[in-house]
């Protein structure tokens, strides 16, 4: 039997503690039977002021993993998403990617799964987009060789690069919009066929939509990346306005 509410899908979306961003940004991009479930990974709020200060970030989210999945688990959602970004490409891009799913395939025994190293390319796809990006991100520049790698193993060379060097968890939430229009215009730059922004804390959905009009290129956010990916793959195909093309087009 269904679920009243989640008829056509129940989500599982395991994210950090100190997350204020992606769920109320998935509740946004929820289409009329399905559910979001929220499952936090306990991490503190501590000041990130060095690169080393955010790696210790990344491996207290790292091995928060298991213990919010067995949470949310026990709502038995249908599909499981991963509500961060960073974590799912970090020391070895898809590889990294890969080890994950492993580690939800165990504890769920196989259940979809929705991470945002799997759903970008698949977002590039359906955009066309290939080549030369920007990339925003709020982390410190600790995060740049990582994404640079996992972006060459897609296709995609990252020729401007801002990092907003948030100087906490919760502080990610808390950026502004001026500074993510900013950021936007700095990577900007001709040869960028498109601009790709990472950190799932990073409320950035809204301004992506609108900033594709004032651009005239893609604007990928990654968590309408990650959820648009979920959609598609529950078999959800409802097209929504205000969330940019890729949301509204594919």
């Not at 940004?25 to 499952?39: A, C, K, L």
């Not at 759903?119 to 709020?138: D, F, S, Y």
């Amino acid at each position: 039997m269904p679920d009243i509410l989640g008829w056509r899908c129940t989500f599982g979306v395991v994210t950090p503690s100190t997350n204020t961003v992606v769920q109320p940004e998935y509740d946004d991009m929820r289409p009329p039977g399905v559910t979001n479930h929220i499952g936090r990974m306990h991490i503190p709020n501590d000041p990130v002021q060095s690169d080393d200060d955010f790696s210790e970030l990344i491996r207290r989210i790292d091995f928060a993993l298991e213990g919010a999945l067995e949470r949310v688990l026990t709502a038995e959602p249908d599909h499981i998403i991963l509500g961060i970004s960073a974590e799912s490409v970090w020391n070895g891009g898809m590889a990294a990617a890969r080890a994950i799913r492993k580690r939800v395939d165990t504890m769920t025994g196989g259940k979809p799964f929705t991470q945002a190293a799997d759903a970008l390319p698949a977002a590039l796809e359906a955009l066309g987009v290939r080549g030369k990006i920007g990339l925003v991100t709020p982390y410190f520049p600790v995060a740049d060789g990582h994404l640079r790698a996992y972006l060459r193993e897609i296709g995609c060379e990252v020729v401007a690069a801002k990092h907003l060097c948030r100087r906490g968890p919760v502080d990610i939430g808390l950026t502004s919009l001026d500074d993510l229009r900013d950021a936007v215009t700095e990577v900007n730059t001709k040869e960028v066929g498109a601009i790709v922004q990472f950190g799932a804390n990073l409320p950035f959905g809204a301004l992506a939509a609108t900033a594709e009009a004032w651009i005239g290129k893609p604007v990928i956010a990654i968590n309408t990346a990650t959820y648009w990916h979920a959609l598609r793959t529950a078999g959800i195909k409802d097209q929504m306005r205000g969330f940019g093309r890729l949301m509204s087009d594919h």
